[in-house]
């Protein structure tokens, strides 16, 4: 009685329960399962530890990373557990709610970052992984920005400042903007540690950026639109700050119907259509407008969409590349 009364005990935890329901979908590693859960790291590993030790999920190594999965006892049908697993597995399979929903979400946003990170490849059996050395499209990335001059970006809504860095790599200067000085602080300390010096962090609203009229050759509002609480004007700025020939970068969601992501992420807008986004563009005033797919996953309710436009009056612009190009050649 004293085990099944533990056992219960573990069991009536939320945390540990999506923890497992996410195990039956899939294996995972810690880092993963953080960015799922939305917990600290420290208490997914304490109730892995927990859930270890009752027997309900194993691990293996693979590659330097630790994978959990659910344990032989809640997968075998021979097994002496097998009435709680076919418990759960009917619990798992009702399951229902934002929560479930944010962390199905959340799932299939880790395989595709699997997927495109070249971390594994299927081989002839379906369940090996191959490990590919060396492939990465940060890689890449960083070496397209080889081919670019060193244009001067600004980052709108740049949140802790991950794709600041990054295109600090490659470009002469990036404003960095973002209306929270709780995040900013952490752009600042992140940049200090990469030593990343070619970086103003301003702190400013989308609708009203505290930059100059025509200072910047690109501005760049990557996931920052649907959080903004009026796209169009947020359009309207990031055409001000641009020098004619100057072009903007969106990279935001396709319009889904996850209504969680309002309470939970703090989203305004439940992403834009294709349409809608490009109408949004042409309205600021932009031209040579693009619109389509960056990332789609069959299963994932989200889609990124990726999209471009020109302030007019680009002879300017292309001088300025000139002259910075004969400069650094």
Known sequence: MNSASALFRLLGD???????????????NVS???GILGIAQSGVSRHLGLLKEADLVSER????????????????????????????????????????RMDDARLEEVRR????????????DTNERQLVPGR?????????GHLLPQLRVADLGCGEGY?????????????????????????????????????I?????????????????????????HHAQDPARALVEAHRILVPGGRVLVLDLRAHDELWVRERLGDRWTGFSDDELAGLLKRAGFADVRVGIGARRTGDPFAVLIASG????????????????????
């Not at 329960?17 to 995972?28: A, F, T």
């Not at 020109?310 to 050649?329: F, I, L, N």
């Open 163 to 199: 794709l600041t860095i990054e295109t600090s790599r490659w470009a002469g200067r990036v404003i960095a903007v973002d209306r929270s000085d709780s995040v900013l602080k952490r752009a600042r300390s992140l940049a200090t540690r990469r030593r990343v010096r070619n970086v």
């Open 201 to 225: 962090w301003k702190r400013g609203e989308l609708e009203r950026l505290p930059i100059r009229d025509g200072s910047v050759d690109v501005a760049l509002l990557s996931q920052a639109l």
């Open 14 to 28: 939320e945390a540990r329960l999506r923890i497992l329901r996410l195990l039956s979908l899939e294996q995972l």
């Open 113 to 124: 970052l699997r997927k495109e990170n070249f971390d594994a490849h299927a081989g002839p």
């Open 61 to 100: 190594r693979e590659g330097g990373y630790t994978f959990f999965r659910l344990a032989p006892s809640l997968s075998d049908e021979r097994a002496d557990r097998a009435p709680l697993a076919a418990f759960l597995r009917g619990a798992f399979a009702s399951a229902s709610g934002d929560l479930t």
């Open 136 to 144: 990465s499209w940060a890689a890449w990335a960083r070496a397209l």
């Open 310 to 329: 020109t302030k007019s009056g680009g002879a300017r612009t292309t001088e300025r590349k000139r002259a910075v190009t004969s400069k650094h050649s």
């Open 32 to 34: 993963e399962l953080t």
